[in-house]
């Protein structure tokens, strides 16, 4: 997400779609789920920000109690897990993990509901790429998975890197032997939404070199399905789930339910559910395309009004139906502005254009300037003849005038500290 996230600008959770934060989206998602008790883990420099972002969101998210936990060092997604639990933080039960940067409308009751027939291990929210293809590059996309899913029982049954299986992928009798038919993807992408039973925050405590959410413990899980009860043994792992394994349902066998097979067979194993989300929309804005096009999509979406009554647009100036003007800014004369989002107290000159782009809070654009694709974030300025296609300037950046350019990032260079 650089230069988006540097260190000038904002922490992630809080960089604006279509004028709110990204954190507004997954507390507005938790809240639709009937929960109560959030935790909004981060590193301590930003511990300050996601406070006085939250208090002043009191009214909206009052159904909940949010506590924000600072960790004092970067961290994986597993070791701030582990961390909560450390300190007695995580309740026994249940838990729902979700990434700061996952924007969905899919209804939570759609994946709830599943958790609670099911009763599995793990239940992990994928989503599809339709844009996904092999001319991508990691640097617009997330990396790519092979998502093996049991058709039968929406059972998550194998997960492996396209980076790091290139050509072959290697396969365990046992796996083939309990999941015959698998139906594998790799236009799927994972949506960083888990359910964890309780036993997988105990066994995080024992395995201390676990770091990873989607790397390491998802894949651990997985495997541990179709693992022999030796390698569980061995692994440490048999006592842990022997502490909390499956309950039988009572419910009649359907697609999503273990129940086809008996009792005996699952009651010491692990089960991982996968659910992929179709008619909903979802996505990731864990690179700068991805931030961008949730950005299009949300503003679409929006039901606030397009232009605050604190707004001061010019008459003369055309603001498209896809796009949002923020609270006390200024639009000058003969301005164009389409599939857009303007921030709050901006300022844009007269005779602008602006296409396609995200700008945010307090951001002057001068006279005469043409904006395609672009991120300005916060206190940035575009002086006057710009023209700039693809580009993202980060905070307190000044683009100089008459710049013309493309597929640029415009971030101040700062001396490394002597002592690195």
């Known amino acids: 997400?650089?230069?988006?996230?540097?260190?000038?600008?904002?922490?992630?959770?809080?960089?604006?779609?279509?004028?709110?934060?990204?954190?507004?989206?997954?507390?507005?998602?938790?809240?639709?789920?009937?929960?109560?008790?959030?935790?909004?883990?981060?590193?301590?420099?930003?511990?300050?920000k996601i406070n006085v972002y939250l208090n002043s969101e009191y009214d909206v998210f009052n159904e909940i109690k949010v506590e924000v936990v600072a960790i004092n060092d970067y961290v994986g997604t597993a070791d701030a897990l582990r961390y909560l639990k450390e300190k007695d933080k995580l309740k026994q039960m249940d838990l729902v993990v979700i990434s700061c940067d996952l924007v969905t409308d899919m209804p939570p009751h759609h994946i709830l509901d599943v958790h609670r027939v099911v009763n599995p291990s793990m239940t992990a929210l994928y989503y599809?790429?339709?844009?996904?293809d092999a001319e991508k590059t990691t640097k617009e996309m997330d990396s790519p998975d092979y998502i093996g899913i049991d058709p039968n029982r929406s059972q998550l049954v194998y997960v492996?890197?396209?980076?790091?299986?290139?050509?072959?992928?290697?396969?365990?009798?046992?796996?083939?032997?309990?999941?015959?038919?698998?139906?594998?993807?790799?236009?799927?992408?994972?949506?960083?939404?888990?359910?964890?039973?309780?036993?997988?925050?105990?066994?995080?405590?024992?395995?201390?070199?676990?770091?990873?959410?989607?790397?390491?413990?998802?894949?651990?899980?997985?495997?541990?399905?179709?693992?022999?009860?030796?390698w569980l043994e061995k692994e440490g792992i048999d006592k842990f789930?022997?502490?909390?394994?499956?309950?039988?349902?009572?419910?009649?066998?359907?697609?999503?339910?273990?129940?086809?097979?008996?009792?005996?067979?699952?009651?010491?194993?692990?089960?991982?559910?996968?659910i992929v989300c179709n008619a909903?929309?979802?996505?990731?804005?864990?690179?700068?395309?991805?931030?961008?096009?949730?950005?299009?999509?949300?503003?679409?979406?929006?039901?606030?009004?397009?232009?605050?009554?604190?707004?001061?647009v010019s008459p003369k100036t055309q603001v498209g139906p896809d796009s949002?003007?923020?609270?006390?800014?200024?639009?000058?004369?003969?301005?164009?502005?389409?599939?857009?989002?303007?921030g709050s107290h901006c300022v844009i000159g007269r005779n602008v254009k602006i296409i396609g782009s995200v700008i945010m809070d307090y951001i002057v654009i001068e006279d005469n300037v043409k904006l395609e694709n672009c991120i300005v974030c916060n206190n940035g300025k575009v002086l006057e003849k710009c023209h700039l296609i693809n580009c993202e300037v980060a905070a307190n950046f000044v683009v100089p005038k008459n710049t013309q350019t493309k597929n640029e990032q415009f971030v101040e260079f700062r001396e490394l500290d002597k002592d690195f």
């Not at 599809?128 to 996904?132: I, N, R, T, V």
């Not at 024992?206 to 770091?211: D, E, L, P, T, V």
């Not at 931030?291 to 606030?304: F, G, H, L, V």
Request: net charge positive.
């Open 1 to 48: 997400m650089y230069p988006l996230t540097e260190e000038n600008s904002l922490p992630k959770a809080l960089l604006p779609v279509a004028n709110k934060p990204l954190l507004y989206y997954q507390l507005q998602w938790l809240t639709k789920a009937g929960i109560q008790d959030v935790i909004v883990t981060c590193h301590k420099d930003i511990a300050q």
């Open 241 to 274: 789930i022997q502490s909390s394994s499956p309950i039988a349902s009572s419910a009649p066998t359907t697609p999503l339910s273990p129940n086809n097979t008996s009792h005996d067979e699952t009651k010491n194993t692990p089960i991982c559910t996968a």
């Open 324 to 342: 949002l003007v923020g609270d006390s800014s200024k639009i000058g004369e003969r301005c164009s502005i389409k599939k857009s989002v303007i």
């Open 280 to 312: 909903s929309y979802c996505s990731r804005a864990n690179t700068l395309p991805t931030y961008a096009e949730i950005n299009r999509y949300m503003t679409r979406q929006s039901t606030e009004q397009r232009i605050p009554d604190s707004a001061e």
């Open 128 to 132: 599809e790429d339709p844009k996904a």
């Open 160 to 230: 492996a890197s396209k980076t790091d299986y290139s050509s072959e992928l290697p396969f365990r009798m046992s796996l083939l032997q309990k999941f015959p038919v698998i139906n594998f993807y790799t236009q799927l992408r994972d949506a960083h939404l888990y359910i964890f039973k309780q036993w997988v925050f105990d066994m995080l405590l024992q395995k201390k070199n676990i770091s990873s959410l989607r790397s390491e413990l998802v894949p651990l899980l997985v495997k541990c399905q179709s693992a022999s009860s030796e």
